[in-house]
């Protein structure tokens, strides 16, 4: 069983910027799928950004430019930069560890981080 648990969320200004968190449990950090996920109230979680194993990112079309996400194997950690942000940014944010092959199928959630922008 993989742990996962975000940080740094709060409240900040528009305009502003934070740096979420996301540590994971285990040996196999480095196998994982990691992505950053929101939900806002009334709507669907939907992926704000996510990272492979070499290190390649995705990002939604309404972050990218002003987001990035990055990982550090050593540490289990992947961090969400996040700047320039605007009200409607402010939502639960959610990390999520991922790995599927053809005999693994595994799915591990945090309990997530609030990140509220508002003047």
């Known amino acids: 069983q993989v742990q996962v648990v975000e940080s740094g969320g709060g409240l900040v200004q528009p305009g502003g910027s934070l740096r979420l968190s996301c540590a994971a449990s285990?040996?196999?950090?480095?196998?994982?799928?990691m992505g950053w996920y929101r939900q806002s109230p009334g709507k669907q979680r939907e992926l704000v950004a996510s990272i492979n194993s070499v290190r390649t990112t995705t990002y939604a079309d309404s972050v990218k430019g002003r987001f990035t996400l990055s990982r550090d194997n050593a540490k289990n950690t992947v961090y969400l930069q996040m700047n320039g942000l605007k009200p409607e940014d402010t939502a639960v944010y959610y990390c999520n560890a991922a790995r599927h092959t053809m005999t693994i199928n595994e799915n591990y959630w945090g309990p997530g981080t609030q990140v509220t922008v508002s003047s």
């Open positions: 285990g040996s196999s950090f480095r196998s994982y799928v």
